[in-house]
């Protein structure tokens, strides 16, 4: 790693509103930090990187994804959500291997890095044992992604994950729930390019004792909390934040992840309990949880951060994300305006910017993730957390909006530099890590699982072996 670097010339969009959008400007990086964001910057000695016509923003950060399905990537593309639970989650979750969750994790992270995506939450409800735990830690560490470890619970039944009795960090050692190690062994400093969160399953879901258990853990480590809430039309889902509530558990820094059938009264208490949104919108459309309700989490001042969710069924970038949320919202606001025989210049209000969109990519995801102090805009003092997208390729030139370039041209295959903390791992559009021996492991993982589900859905073509 280079001591100092300098991102030269580039069209530079800070998402800090103090310093706005610079074109041909400079970002220079000091060790692991951003020292300094302009024109003309004086960097003798310094490496320099020639981003001339290129856009260049802060790393992309995925706010909720369960790395470990990246082994089972596209094997359910015409699920919808009760599917989802009764295959991925009881048929393939029950087998995985501590070495299933390292290759997906691991595999999972590259693909982030590749896609420019420098921070992930990894929503690791794949705790079958111990083992699985550091396995999938250990996959993270390896990418050198910056990451939230969203600890979680086990998958050895779709009854037990739906109704079952066990805690969060269910394989209970002589200290209590697992999760304690975990944080004393890897975590033990929230400083580390590796944070911990818990996930859990919350109301709803689980009996109120274990409810209890779970968030009075995450207060005992420090922990902040990410739970799926109102993601189904069904009742079960739903209710969720009042039951919080009820239950004095309306914790701050709570990530409520799809929430796309709040009520307004769970709004508000997300909103005065200082909570916060992940939405994964090309799966939230897809898979028929509901609408990613962005307007309205506006609305009530809620910071929003995007998620890929799940490999199983839809793309894992932040590209999808951000086209995906900006189609459906916008026109599920143009519907609401047809119906309501609105015409002239008020013909759609409510619309959502590209801006706000590209925000939610970068610096509302950092703060759903509790990393906004580091990460998430080009702020001098923050980790150099940086990608570097193409300018001049055939899909985004001639830039005329570079926001516009980047939520409604770019894509994966113009993420030219990524790097983490001052670490180039993509330059020159390669990822800097080998990855023969990863793409094995993920391929004989995938081969793995595929011998235990049963009966193959219709359309692969994979042949499975034990």
Same mark, same amino acid.
């Given at each position: &790693?280079?001591?100092? &670097?300098?991102?030269?010339?580039?069209?530079?969009?800070?998402?800090?509103?103090?310093?706005?959008?610079?074109?041909?400007?400079?970002?220079?990086?000091?060790?692991?930090?951003?020292?300094?964001?302009?024109?003309?910057?004086?960097?003798?000695?310094?490496?320099?990187?020639?981003?001339?016509?290129?856009?260049?923003?802060?790393?992309?950060?995925?706010?909720?994804?369960?790395?470990?399905?990246?082994?089972?990537?596209?094997?359910?593309?015409?699920?919808?959500?009760?599917?989802?639970?009764?295959?991925?989650?009881?048929?393939?979750?029950?087998?995985?291997?501590?070495?299933?969750?390292?290759?997906?994790?691991?595999?999972?992270?590259?693909?982030?890095?590749?896609?420019?995506?420098?921070?992930?939450?990894?929503?690791?409800?794949?705790?079958?044992?111990?083992?699985?735990?550091?396995?999938?830690?250990?996959?993270?560490?390896?990418?050198?992604?910056?990451?939230?470890?969203?600890?979680?619970?086990?998958?050895?039944?779709?009854?037990?994950?739906?109704?079952?009795?066990?805690?969060?960090?269910?394989?209970?050692?002589?200290?209590?729930?697992?999760?304690?190690?975990?944080?004393?062994?890897?975590?033990?400093?929230?400083?580390?390019?590796?944070? /911990?969160?818990?996930?859990?399953?919350?109301?709803?879901?689980?009996?109120?004792?274990?409810?209890?258990?779970?968030?009075?853990?995450?207060?005992?480590?420090?922990?902040?909390?990410?739970?799926?809430?109102? /993601?189904?039309?069904?009742?079960?889902?739903?209710?969720?934040?009042?039951? %919080?509530?009820? /239950?004095? #558990?309306?914790?701050?820094?709570?990530?409520?992840?799809?929430?796309?059938?709040?009520?307004?009264?769970?709004?508000?208490?997300?909103?005065?309990?200082?909570?916060?949104?992940?939405?994964?919108?090309?799966?939230?459309?897809? /898979?028929?949880?509901?609408?990613? $309700?962005?307007?309205?989490? &506006?609305?009530?001042?809620?910071?929003?951060?995007?998620?890929?969710?799940?490999?199983?069924?839809?793309?894992?970038?932040?590209?999808?994300?951000?086209?995906?949320?900006?189609?459906?919202?916008?026109?599920?606001?143009?519907?609401?305006?047809?119906?309501?025989? %609105?015409?002239?210049?008020?013909?759609? $209000?409510?619309?959502?910017?590209?801006?706000?969109?590209?925000?939610?990519?970068?610096?509302?995801?950092?703060?759903?993730?509790?990393?906004?102090?580091?990460?998430?805009?080009?702020?001098?003092?923050?980790?150099?957390?940086?990608?570097?997208?193409?300018?001049?390729?055939?899909?985004?030139?001639?830039?005329?909006?570079?926001?516009?370039?980047?939520?409604?041209?770019?894509?994966?295959?113009?993420?030219?530099?990524? &790097?983490?903390?001052?670490?180039?791992?993509?330059?020159?559009?390669? %990822?800097?890590?080998? #990855?023969?021996?990863?793409?094995?492991?993920?391929?004989?993982?995938?081969?793995?699982?595929?011998?235990?589900?049963?009966?193959?859905?219709?359309?692969?073509?994979?042949?499975?072996?034990?």
């Amino acid at each position: &790693m280079t001591d100092r &670097m300098l991102i030269k010339g580039g069209i530079v969009l800070t998402q800090d509103p103090a310093l706005g959008e610079m074109a041909g400007a400079d970002v220079l990086i000091e060790g692991d930090k951003i020292a300094a964001v302009g024109h003309n910057l004086s960097a003798d000695g310094a490496r320099t990187i020639d981003a001339a016509g290129d856009i260049v923003i802060p790393g992309f950060i995925d706010t909720h994804r369960h790395t470990w399905e990246t082994s089972i990537r596209t094997c359910a593309p015409d699920f919808a959500l009760i599917t989802y639970f009764g295959s991925i989650l009881d048929k393939f979750a029950p087998h995985y291997r501590p070495d299933d969750v390292y290759a997906g994790n691991l595999w999972g992270s590259l693909e982030c890095i590749n896609a420019g995506i420098t921070t992930l939450v990894d929503w690791s409800h794949i705790i079958n044992t111990p083992d699985h735990a550091d396995a999938g830690i250990r996959g993270l560490q390896e990418s050198k992604i910056r990451s939230v470890y969203a600890y979680g619970f086990g998958n050895t039944s779709l009854v037990d994950w739906w109704f079952g009795p066990d805690y969060t960090g269910s394989v209970l050692t002589s200290n209590g729930p697992d999760a304690r190690r975990i944080r004393k062994e890897y975590f033990n400093s929230d400083d580390g390019r590796i944070t /911990m969160a818990l996930a859990t399953r919350g109301p709803n879901f689980c009996k109120p004792e274990v409810v209890r258990h779970d968030w009075e853990l995450a207060k005992e480590l420090g922990l902040n909390i990410t739970v799926h809430v109102a /993601m189904d039309r069904f009742g079960y889902t739903k209710m969720q934040i009042t039951g %919080l509530r009820d /239950m004095d #558990l309306l914790y701050p820094n709570t990530t409520y992840v799809h929430a796309s059938h709040f009520t307004d009264e769970e709004w508000a208490l997300a909103r005065d309990s200082g909570g916060n949104v992940s939405f994964a919108p090309q799966i939230e459309v897809q /898979m028929g949880h509901g609408w990613a $309700p962005a307007v309205t989490a &506006m609305s009530y001042h809620l910071p929003i951060g995007l998620s890929s969710d799940v490999a199983t069924t839809a793309p894992s970038d932040q590209f999808t994300q951000m086209r995906s949320i900006f189609g459906s919202e916008r026109g599920r606001k143009h519907q609401e305006a047809w119906e309501a025989d %609105l015409d002239g210049l008020e013909a759609s $209000p409510g619309l959502i910017t590209a801006r706000q969109v590209l925000g939610w990519a970068t610096i509302g995801g950092a703060q759903v993730a509790g990393i906004a102090d580091r990460t998430g805009s080009l702020t001098p003092g923050k980790q150099a957390d940086i990608v570097v997208i193409d300018g001049s390729a055939v899909n985004v030139a001639p830039i005329i909006d570079p926001v516009g370039a980047v939520v409604c041209a770019a894509d994966v295959s113009n993420v030219k530099t990524v &790097m983490v903390a001052g670490e180039i791992l993509k330059e020159e559009f390669r %990822l800097k890590a080998s #990855l023969d021996a990863p793409r094995r492991a993920v391929e004989g993982s995938r081969d793995y699982l595929l011998s235990k589900f049963g009966d193959p859905e219709p359309g692969w073509i994979v042949k499975a072996t034990a």
